[in-house]
């Protein structure tokens, strides 16, 4: 099961006893949440939706079976209760036995949701009885058509060209992403093209990973660290590599062969490296050190 599935229990009100959806994502877990309560009428919100974070640490926190009493008290009003436990990687072995306890005569009135972070561990994953698990990450290259999917949601249209253009110059944060695709709502316009992306993000901004790659692959050392100045002082180092490593991967497909193959599968391993060298040691460097290597390998191809 995908993301895509989740949305489609949205669409069905989440009929379930129970759920665990599981991301590496902070953003995805708060996107689920925020479609789950709008589930729940608002004015029933106060009564019918709670969330409960495991790693709250606080000494009035609930215990885990103060939480279950909950999910098991009779809503106030006639539509289901949802109860969202944050961080349910955090549950205790004892727990999850109660959990799984639970499940075989879960509450007829409410949705529990459990929000794991991470890959879900053998404990959870034989949680079984009456629980629907559902794996949120969304891949590099399913971007462009969640980007799509959550724009018809918000009443615009957005063409494939202008999807991967924002994913290109953006990267992969998804946050990020989401954020520059609100901005769109402004526009007035049903239809979002590739030059509206350019006037709305880019503005007075003349260079893009777009423009870096290109002038790495033309082997334009000189052109390729004038762009990279530029983006320097306006891009993260991390989300300037996923832009990097999003335009890699576009070049990539396609390409028959070995010889060009060869060229970006080491194009990758020096993406991967400075993935590493950036969550180790964060900074610049890791970047500029990676620019300065492909302008090399791109030399030899």
């Known amino acids: 099961m995908s993301y895509r599935n989740f949305l489609d229990e949205v669409r069905k009100g989440m009929p379930s006893a129970g759920y665990v959806l599981a991301s590496s994502d902070p953003f995805l877990h708060s996107e689920a949440v925020a479609l789950i309560k709008a589930l729940v009428p608002e004015g029933e919100r106060d009564f019918n939706f709670q969330t409960f974070d495991l790693i709250g640490g606080k000494s009035g926190d609930p215990s885990f079976d103060q939480i ?55 404990e959870m994953k034989e949680v079984r009885t009456g629980v629907k698990h559902i794996p949120l990450d969304i891949s590099d290259r399913e ?94 180092p991390y989300s300037l590599l996923g832009a990097l490593n999003w335009q890699y991967s576009r070049y990539f497909e396609g390409k028959d062969t070995a010889a060009e193959r ?6 990758f391993g020096l993406l991967s490296e400075a993935d590493k060298d950036i969550k180790s040691s964060g900074g610049a460097y890791p970047v500029e050190l990676l620019l300065v290597r492909l302008l090399r390998l791109a030399k030899k191809k």
Request: glycine letters at 6%; aromatic letters at 10%.
């Open 68 to 122: 279950l009493d909950v999910v098991n008290t009779v809503p106030f009003f006639s539509g289901r209760k949802v109860v969202v436990i944050d961080n349910a990687q955090k549950l205790l072995k004892k727990d999850l036995k109660k959990l799984d306890r639970y499940f075989l005569t879960p509450s007829e009135s409410s949705v529990l949701v459990l929000l794991y972070s991470g890959t879900v561990k053998k």
């Open 143 to 236: 971007i462009p058509s969640w980007l799509k999917s959550r724009s018809r949601s918000r009443g615009i249209d957005v063409s494939d060209d202008a999807a991967d253009y924002l994913v290109g110059t953006i990267g992969p944060d998804l946050g990020l992403l989401a954020s520059e695709l609100d901005k769109f709502t402004l526009v007035g316009k049903e239809k979002i093209e590739r030059e509206d992306i350019v006037d709305i993000i880019e503005g007075k901004r003349t260079y893009n990973a777009f423009a870096l790659v290109d002038a790495i692959r033309a082997q334009d050392p000189e052109k390729a660290l004038r762009i990279y100045r530029v983006l320097r002082d306006s891009e993260e």
């Open 262 to 267: 060869r060229y970006y599968y080491r194009v």
